[in-house]
């Protein structure tokens, strides 16, 4: 637990707030985590932020709990008593409703935090972390989240290019008529570059507008994902025809040619 920030943010607390008159938007959120010490220390600073918590420390009660009702967010361990959290964030994909999830794991190597991506955690915070940084990702997830809503509301209509179909609604993907498995993460990175064609993004503007934070020394995330998705939608990954790589600059999403009429 001492590996943990105990640092509090030092904004007025939720009861505080209510008697200021500042009503907290309060978005319901599953902790699933059996270090029970964590757990409350994670349960006291989110709370102090305004959300619900309700925390769970095994794979069986967090399965019951999504089961019975609606939430908001899932903040997630990986190695739990009974189902583990790969299982639980499994299942989480398999449901219509789109669910954040946030990964929380002592499990730290590349390998393991691009399987939990692949799995389809929206991010992964490696333990140790501050508590200033889970909160910031919280939030992060419900910013992306509330303006991937206003851009629905404007603009609901499918996507095609490059043999691409993208539904923001459905979010789902087809290339060249055939289904393709993304992340939510690597979709929410696809049709925003789909949305500006042409236009360059340099890694830390991604960071900001796609994950919805901005720290240095994370932009090899970014890569990572450009380089999933180029696997998934590219002819040849190696030489891409639709993300491009704009050498020092960041990457674009190419402007598609149209044949020309007789």
């Given at each position: 637990?001492?590996?943990?920030?105990?640092?509090?943010?030092?904004?007025?607390?939720?009861?505080?707030?209510?008697?200021?008159?500042?009503?907290?938007?309060?978005?319901?959120?599953?902790?699933?985590?059996?270090?029970?010490?964590?757990?409350?220390?994670?349960?006291?600073?989110?709370?102090d932020?305004?959300?619900?918590?309700?925390?769970?420390?095994?794979?069986?009660q967090?399965?019951?709990?999504?089961?019975?009702?609606?939430?908001?967010?899932?903040?997630?361990?990986?190695?739990?008593?009974?189902?583990?959290?790969?299982?639980?964030?499994?299942?989480?994909?398999?449901?219509?409703?789109?669910l954040?999830?946030?990964?929380?794991?002592?499990?730290?190597?590349?390998t393991?935090?691009?399987?939990?991506?692949?799995?389809?955690?929206?991010?992964?915070?490696?333990?140790?972390?501050?508590?200033?940084?889970?909160?910031?990702?919280?939030?992060?997830?419900?910013?992306?989240?509330?303006?991937?809503?206003?851009?629905?509301?404007m603009?609901?209509?499918?996507?095609?290019s490059?043999?691409?179909?993208?539904?923001?609604?459905?979010?789902?993907?087809?290339?060249?008529?055939?289904?393709?498995?993304?992340?939510?993460?690597?979709?929410?990175?696809?049709?925003?570059?789909?949305?500006?064609?042409?236009?360059?993004?340099?890694?830390?503007?991604?960071?900001?507008?796609?994950?919805?934070?901005?720290?240095?020394?994370?932009?090899?995330?970014?890569?990572?994902?450009?380089?999933?998705?180029?696997?998934?939608?590219?002819?040849?990954?190696?030489?891409?025809?639709?993300?491009?790589?704009?050498?020092?600059?960041?990457?674009?999403?190419?402007?598609?040619?149209k044949?020309?009429?007789?």
């Amino acid at each position: 637990l001492e590996l943990f920030s105990r640092q509090r943010s030092g904004k007025l607390g939720l009861s505080e707030r209510k008697n200021s008159g500042v009503l907290p938007v309060a978005k319901k959120i599953l902790l699933v985590e059996d270090d029970e010490d964590i757990a409350a220390l994670l349960r006291l600073n989110l709370l102090d932020e305004g959300y619900q918590i309700v925390h769970v420390a095994d794979g069986a009660q967090a399965l019951r709990q999504l089961e019975k009702d609606l939430w908001d967010a899932v903040i997630l361990d990986l190695m739990l008593p009974g189902v583990d959290g790969l299982e639980i964030c499994r299942r989480i994909r398999q449901q219509t409703r789109y669910l954040p999830v946030i990964i929380i794991s002592a499990r730290a190597s590349e390998t393991q935090r691009v399987q939990g991506l692949e799995m389809g955690a929206d991010d992964y915070l490696a333990k140790p972390f501050s508590i200033l940084e889970l909160t910031a990702r919280v939030k992060a997830v419900f910013r992306r989240q509330e303006a991937m809503g206003q851009n629905l509301l404007m603009d609901a209509g499918r996507i095609n290019s490059h043999g691409l179909s993208i539904d923001p609604l459905s979010r789902d993907v087809k290339l060249r008529g055939e289904m393709v498995d993304l992340t939510p993460r690597e979709f929410d990175l696809l049709y925003y570059f789909a949305r500006h064609p042409g236009e360059v993004f340099s890694r830390l503007e991604l960071l900001d507008r796609v994950w919805g934070y901005q720290h240095d020394g994370y932009e090899h995330t970014v890569n990572t994902h450009i380089n999933r998705l180029r696997t998934k939608i590219e002819r040849d990954p190696a030489e891409p025809d639709i993300i491009l790589t704009v050498w020092g600059k960041g990457y674009k999403f190419a402007v598609e040619r149209k044949e020309a009429q007789p």
